[in-house]
């Protein structure tokens, strides 16, 4: 029901940004939206989330400053714009929902398929 997009090769440097979008008929009206990344040989860690509402947003520490999440109701989406790109966020990209921001990507009721970023010279 959901579906990250956007994934690219860009480098050092640059800015890509993430769609997290949902199947027709599948509102993110009421859902807090997380983005989580996985790297090869890595565990799948937290990016960022946002609250249902979008007043409230959430970031890994390590990201903070570069990353931004948004929400454009809209739409029924959720962006992740990632700023100033290094190799080591090199991984692919998932985006989940639930009712609450969590870090923890199994507990998330609705998750979706990754889009691959790769940052590279």
């Known amino acids: 029901q959901l579906q990250a997009s956007g994934g690219g090769l860009v480098q050092p440097g640059g800015s890509l940004r993430l769609t997290c979008a949902a199947a027709?008929?599948?509102?993110?009206?009421?859902?807090?939206i997380g983005w989580f990344r996985q790297a090869p040989g890595k565990e799948r860690e937290w990016v960022s989330c946002?609250?249902?509402?979008?007043?409230?947003?959430f970031y890994a520490d390590s990201l903070k400053g570069r990353f931004i999440i948004s929400r454009e109701a809209a739409k029924n989406t959720v962006y992740l714009q990632m700023n100033s790109l290094k190799i080591e966020d090199t991984a692919i990209y998932y985006c989940?929902?639930?009712?609450?921001?969590?870090?923890?990507?199994?507990?998330?009721?609705?998750r979706g398929q990754g889009t691959q970023v790769t940052v590279s010279s």
């Open positions: 027709s008929g599948f509102t993110l009206d009421y859902l807090a």
């Open positions: 946002v609250s249902s509402n979008g007043g409230d947003t």
């Open positions: 989940a929902a639930d009712n609450v921001c969590v870090s923890n990507w199994d507990i998330y009721r609705n």
